[in-house]
């Protein structure tokens, strides 16, 4: 898993390499990382194309100028258009300006950019960095606005140019205005920003240039502790996911009860036996206020009675289409008092939202075999404000619901967050836009529960069951060319693929 730095931390690991090399190194070493990149991006374009470097006041836009004047020496029509018509204030942007300008390189102002834009260039995008604090206005507003409808391939220095670094949101919501990349070069190391939330619509493919600092980063993440995350991700499943033992029988690998399925909503109850039989639990059993649900597809699948006993089987998922009636209630607080492992879901959290004293019923000791699952209006309802504010710092809301319920939570959505009770954090590097559709959460629930009857703790089962199902949703996208269409009741086959490509 690699590391994501939030601001504060990659200030301090940068200040302390700063200290310690020669004026202008990270500088000249970031330039070289855009120049790769960008060099690598043109070798997939149609031979000839220039670049064109936007230069903003900061780091970035030395960055940025530094990379187009290597790139002139190696061969390619390279221009820039500075944000400000004048070089910055001393320092090493100061210096990458002069350094540019020694070089050949002809750095235009503001007013040159549409007739840079008209040749279709390469786009280095060096406005701002992770330093912007308010929305891009102005003339870097028109920049970003200006490429965009020219539709360029872009390199982000850093981060595109509007987003903000620790949330992923744009700066300044959903009225403000961020640049869209084709590739994203961050510098040092990754960054929460880049994996979360609306800025996956906007990073492209990114890469982590460590600027020769990774001993001092590998460091720096050991003893900062829990501020800073982990990217869950292809690497962290193959150390996760052991393969079967030969010696194995149904009951090596738990019981789950899928616990849900009100009248009206019999499916979700049993999308959620489904998601645990996907991944792999030994028994799965099915339970409805309203009744046994059975489903004639999945004659596996058993049936538990009305009130069943919670505490009988190893993981139990609830809430899926439990609705929110007395008897609902009921049942929820009995599984909070009774269930080895516990996955809380949909009604169960609205439930919780409603009335959170029904926690009282969890026993404090096990906060990591309990996992709540919320989308961002159910998280907004558990928080007491609006899904806008859950969406606008998303690592920071699950942090809080982990902490006001002291239990792990996992925040779907683009970038699906997880956070355990003592401040742990991670971000769930898969996903995909066909899995909005009904259902699908569901599945979700039951390969949690799946894995937590495995013996997995619940950030390992959520992050693991989360990367499973933002893969399944890549791979249908992938097969069908779009991402129209995916229904929840086929979603386990293509969790099977997404097992299968672990194996490979």
Not at 98 to 118: T, V, W, Y
Not at 178 to 190: K, L, N
Not at 205 to 216: K, M, P, R
Not at 253 to 260: D, E, K, P, Q, W
Request: neutral net charge; contains cysteine; glycine residues 12%.
């Amino acid at each position: 898993m690699s590391a994501l730095f939030p601001t504060d931390s990659l200030r301090r690991l940068e200040a302390a390499a700063l200290a310690g090399l020669p004026p202008g190194t990270l500088m000249a070493r970031a330039a070289e990382a855009v120049a790769a990149a960008t060099a690598r991006l043109a070798r997939t374009l149609a031979p000839g194309r220039p670049v064109l470097a936007l230069a903003g006041p900061g780091n970035n836009g030395g960055d940025a100028l530094l990379a187009a004047a290597l790139l002139r020496e190696r061969g390619y029509a390279c221009s820039a258009v500075a944000l400000r018509g004048t070089p910055p204030s001393p320092g090493d942007a100061a210096g990458a300006w002069r350094s540019a300008q020694a070089a050949g390189l002809r750095i235009e102002p503001p007013g040159a950019l549409d007739a840079r834009l008209a040749v279709a260039p390469i786009v280095i995008d060096g406005l701002f960095g992770i330093g912007l604090d308010r929305p891009l206005a102005g003339d870097a507003r028109r920049f970003c606005e200006a490429v965009a409808q020219a539709a360029l391939p872009v390199v982000a220095v850093d981060l595109p140019s509007g987003i903000d670094a620790d949330t992923g949101a744009i700066v300044g919501g959903p009225a403000g205005c961020a640049m869209r990349a084709t590739r994203t070069v961050t510098m040092i190391a990754d960054k929460p920003g880049l994996r979360t939330g609306t800025a996956l619509d906007h990073v492209g493919t990114v890469e982590v240039a460590a600027l020769g600092l990774e001993a001092a980063r590998e460091t720096f993440a050991r003893e900062a502790g829990n501020a800073i995350g982990r990217l869950f991700d292809a690497g962290s499943v193959a150390a996760t996911l052991a393969p079967r033992p030969r010696d194995s029988n149904k009951g090596s690998f738990g019981s789950v009860l899928a616990y849900g399925g009100a009248r009206g909503m019999r499916g979700a109850a049993l999308l959620a036996a489904r998601g645990a039989q996907a991944l792999g639990a030994g028994k799965v059993f099915v339970g409805s206020p309203d009744g046994e649900p059975f489903d004639p597809g999945q004659p596996q699948l058993m049936t538990a009675p009305a009130e069943p006993d919670f505490g009988a089987c190893d993981a139990v998922a609830i809430g899926c289409g439990l609705g929110r009636s007395e008897p609902a209630r009921r049942r929820l607080a009995a599984a909070l008092a009774a269930a080895p492992a516990l996955v809380i879901d949909a009604d169960a959290l609205n439930l919780v939202a409603a009335d959170p004293s029904l926690l009282a019923a969890r026993p404090v000791a096990a906060p990591t075999r309990c996992v709540m699952t919320p989308h961002p209006l159910e998280a907004a309802r558990l928080l007491g404000c609006e899904a806008a504010q859950v969406q606008a710092d998303r690592r920071a809301a699950a942090a809080a619901l982990a902490q006001r319920y002291r239990m792990v939570v996992l925040l779907k959505g683009a970038g699906s967050v997880v956070a355990d009770p003592d401040g742990a954090w991670w971000i769930v590097g898969a996903g995909s836009p066909a899995l909005a559709s009904a259902g699908t959460g569901d599945v979700l629930a039951g390969m949690i529960a799946a894995l937590l009857a495995r013996g997995h703790d619940g950030p390992r089962a959520a992050c693991l069951a989360a990367w499973l199902h933002g893969r399944a949703g890549m791979h249908f996208e992938s097969a069908r060319g779009h991402a129209e269409g995916l229904s929840a009741a086929e979603l386990p086959q293509w969790v099977r693929e997404a097992l299968r490509e672990t194996a490979a």
